[in-house]
C-alpha cells in the first residue's frame, strides 16, 4: 500500500514525530522514504540521528519531494504553512492533515483544485503508540487514500472513520478523553489514599485498573454492562461502590463533559 511512496512530514514535533516512530517500528516504508521539514533546526536533527530520515527547513522541498504529505504544524499555522505550498501539491498528491479544528476545506482552498485530502483527529496516547484516530475523507479523496492513510494511523494506535462533521464529537470523546482519564486516575488514587494506602500505590492500582478494564473490554465481544455485572455480586464491595457513583450521577457527568467540547468544538471551527 505504501511501498515505493515517499512521505512528507510537514512539521516534526511531538505528533509529527510519534507518527514518523510509528510508520518506521511498522516498517511501511523504510527510513529513506521519509522526510520531514521544520522550522526548528533541533528539531530536524533530533529525528534525523533518531530515526535515520531526510530533513529540510523547506516545507515545500518536503511537499514536492512526497507522493503523501502529513501536515502536522499547530492550526495556527496552518495558513502560512499552506500558502507556502500553493502550487507544489496537487491531485497526485495525498494531504493528510492532523491540524485540529481546521476543515477540509480551508486546505482545499489554498492547494490546488481536486487535491486528494483527509483530515485526522489524532490523541495524544499517539505518543506511545496507543492513540485513538478518527479520519475523514475530503471529497477528492479516494477508498484507496483512505486506506493508506489508516495503515500510518494504525501504526500509532486505533483507527475509526467518521464524516467531517462527526469530527466535533470525535475531539469531544477521545481528543479530549485523555485528560478526563487522568481526572479519573488522581481521583480513584485519592480515593484510595483516603482510605490508607500510598500516593504511588494508589496511583498504580488507578491507573492499570484503567487501562486493565479498557483492554479487557476491547479484547472480546463482551458490552461494558455484562462486564460490570461480572464483578458485582449481590450485596457485595463493587455494587456499594456503584451505588455511590450513581448518586452523585457520574455518567451524566461524562455525558456532559463529551458533550460541552463538542460544542466548545463546533464554536472555536465555526
Ligand atoms: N498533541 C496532540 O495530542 C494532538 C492531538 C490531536 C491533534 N494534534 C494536532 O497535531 C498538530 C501538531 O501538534 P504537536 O503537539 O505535535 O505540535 P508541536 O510539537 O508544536 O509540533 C509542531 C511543529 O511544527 C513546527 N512548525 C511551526 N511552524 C512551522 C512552519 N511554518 N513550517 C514547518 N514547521 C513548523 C514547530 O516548530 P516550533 O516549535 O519551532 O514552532 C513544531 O516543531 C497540531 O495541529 C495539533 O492540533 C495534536
Same mark, same amino acid.
Given at each position: 500500500?505504501?511501498?515505493?511512496?515517499?512521505? @512528507?512530514?510537514?512539521? @516534526?514535533?511531538?505528533?509529527g514525530?510519534?507518527?514518523? !516512530?510509528?510508520?518506521?517500528?511498522? &516498517?511501511? =516504508?523504510?527510513?529513506?522514504?521519509?522526510?520531514?521539514?521544520?522550522?526548528?533546526? &533541533?528539531?530536524?536533527?533530533?529525528?534525523?540521528?533518531?530515526?535515520? #530520515?531526510?530533513?529540510?527547513?523547506?516545507?515545500?522541498?518536503? /511537499?514536492?519531494?512526497?507522493?503523501?504529505?502529513?501536515?502536522? #504544524?499547530?492550526?495556527?499555522?496552518?495558513?502560512?504553512?499552506?500558502?507556502?505550498?500553493? !502550487? /507544489?501539491?496537487?491531485?497526485?498528491?495525498?494531504? %493528510?492533515?492532523?491540524?485540529?479544528?481546521i476543515? %477540509?476545506?480551508? %486546505? +482545499?482552498?489554498r492547494?490546488?483544485? @481536486? #487535491?486528494?485530502?483527509?483530515?485526522t483527529m489524532?490523541?495524544?496516547?499517539?505518543?506511545?503508540?496507543? !492513540?485513538m484516530?478518527?479520519l475523514?475523507a475530503?471529497?477528492?479523496?479516494?477508498?484507496?487514500?483512505?486506506?493508506?492513510?489508516?495503515?500510518?494511523?494504525?501504526?500509532?494506535?486505533?483507527t475509526?472513520?467518521?464524516?467531517?462533521?462527526?469530527?466535533?464529537? #470525535?475531539?469531544?470523546?477521545?481528543g479530549?478523553?485523555?485528560?478526563?482519564?487522568?481526572?479519573? %486516575?488522581?481521583?480513584? +488514587?485519592?480515593g484510595g =489514599?483516603?482510605?490508607?494506602?500510598?500516593?504511588?500505590?494508589?496511583?498504580?492500582? /488507578?491507573?492499570?485498573?484503567?487501562?486493565?478494564?479498557?483492554?479487557?473490554?476491547?479484547? $472480546?465481544?463482551r458490552?461494558? @454492562?455484562?462486564?460490570?455485572?461480572? =464483578?458485582t455480586?449481590?450485596?457485595?464491595?463493587?455494587?456499594?461502590?456503584? &451505588?455511590?457513583?450513581e448518586?452523585r450521577?457520574?455518567?451524566?457527568?461524562l455525558m456532559?463533559?463529551?458533550? +460541552?467540547?463538542?460544542?466548545?468544538?463546533?464554536?472555536? $471551527?465555526?
Open positions: 500500500m505504501l511501498k515505493g511512496k515517499r512521505i @512528507g512530514v510537514i512539521g @516534526g514535533g511531538k505528533m514525530g510519534a507518527l514518523i !516512530g510509528g510508520i518506521l517500528a511498522h &516498517r511501511l =516504508v523504510p527510513a529513506e522514504a521519509v522526510i520531514v521539514a521544520d522550522v526548528d533546526k &533541533r528539531q530536524l536533527e533530533e529525528l534525523g540521528k533518531t530515526h535515520g #530520515v531526510a530533513t529540510t527547513g523547506d516545507n515545500r522541498q518536503a /511537499a514536492e519531494a512526497a507522493r503523501i504529505i502529513i501536515l502536522a #504544524v499547530k492550526p495556527q499555522n496552518m495558513a502560512e504553512v499552506l500558502g507556502g505550498l500553493s !502550487g /507544489a501539491v496537487d491531485e497526485s498528491k495525498l494531504v %493528510i492533515s492532523i491540524a485540529a479544528g476543515p %477540509i476545506r480551508f %486546505i +482545499a482552498e492547494l490546488a483544485p @481536486g #487535491v486528494r485530502i483527509i483530515r489524532p490523541n495524544t496516547p499517539a505518543l506511545i503508540g496507543e !492513540g484516530t478518527a475523514a475530503g471529497p477528492g479523496a479516494t477508498g484507496e487514500d483512505m486506506e493508506t492513510a489508516l495503515h500510518i494511523f494504525n501504526a500509532v494506535g486505533k475509526v472513520v467518521v464524516k467531517e462533521e462527526q469530527l466535533d464529537a #470525535v475531539t469531544g470523546l477521545s479530549s478523553g485523555p485528560a478526563y482519564a487522568f481526572i479519573m %486516575i488522581e481521583a480513584l +488514587a485519592d =489514599v483516603h482510605m490508607g494506602l500510598s500516593r504511588d500505590t494508589a496511583l498504580i492500582l /488507578a491507573a492499570q485498573t484503567l487501562q486493565g478494564a479498557a483492554r479487557l473490554f476491547l479484547s $472480546g465481544e458490552h461494558p @454492562g455484562q462486564l460490570k455485572d461480572m =464483578v455480586s449481590p450485596g457485595g464491595t463493587t455494587i456499594a461502590g456503584i &451505588r455511590a457513583l448518586d450521577k457520574l455518567r451524566g457527568a456532559a463533559a463529551v458533550e +460541552a467540547a463538542t460544542l466548545r468544538s463546533q464554536a472555536l $471551527g465555526g
